[in-house]
């Protein structure tokens, strides 16, 4: 049974800092690329981030990039997602997601989902 357990989610002031985990299990995580979407309380799902299985490419929403920073742990089979100078506008609920390739991923054709862990930026 494949899990995507999230953690590190929280209220913060803005400008401040969080560091999201995502650990997996039940699946071979070196084989799958990862992401991190975020859902904001009346919008639409959106992508944030993006790495492929050997973490050697990244790619990100507009709205984050130079603030987020997504890295790997193959040996800890974690995805990790760096926010700082965090905005009231991040305000969402985060989840990881695998998938085979980041294509997947970015057409919302990813396999397998975490339940989500609460991201709350003041102003």
């Known amino acids: 049974q494949v899990q995507l357990i999230e953690s590190g989610g929280g209220s913060v002031q803005a400008g401040g800092s969080l560091r999201l985990s995502c650990a997996a299990s039940?699946?071979?995580?070196?084989?799958?690329?990862m992401g991190w979407f975020r859902q904001a309380p009346g919008k639409e799902r959106e992508l944030v981030a993006v790495?492929?299985?050997?973490?050697?490419?990244?790619d990100y929403a507009d709205s984050v990039k130079g603030r987020f920073t997504v890295s790997r742990g193959n040996a800890k089979n974690t995805v990790y997602l760096q926010m700082n100078s965090l905005k009231p506008e991040d305000t969402a609920v985060y989840y990881c997601?695998?998938?085979?390739?980041?294509?997947?991923?970015?057409?919302?054709?990813?396999?397998?989902w975490g339940q989500g862990t609460q991201v709350t930026v003041s102003s």
């Open positions: 790495i492929n299985w050997s973490a050697d490419s990244t």
């Open positions: 039940g699946l071979t995580f070196r084989s799958y690329a």
């Open positions: 997601a695998a998938a085979k390739d980041t294509y997947r991923l970015r057409t919302g054709a990813s396999g397998y």
